[in-house]
């Protein structure tokens, strides 16, 4: 099979960190979905843990130009209580 997409690359952020990973040789689109929320559910145990108030966490799929495709976000807020 041929990869219509060579290498895409993880983005992580936390608001103070952000690191980035490279993956070679996802098939598709779905695929590089299915590794995105596979990655993803691996680290929003310990990500929800640890979250502060008021801040947000997380993960893009960028395609080669650097380019967002998917994002999923846990986002911590505190509301206001009347």
Known sequence: MISLWPSIF???SDG????ISELDDIADRQAAWTE???VCSDLVGSVSRGIKQN???QIE???L???PV???RLV???LASD
């Open 10 to 12: 993880f983005q992580i």
């Open 16 to 19: 103070k960190y952000s690191g």
């Open 36 to 38: 995105m929320t596979t």
């Open 55 to 57: 801040t947000e966490w």
């Open 61 to 63: 799929l960028l395609d």
């Open 65 to 67: 130009s650097r380019k």
């Open 70 to 72: 998917f994002r999923i």
């Open 76 to 78: 911590a807020e505190t």
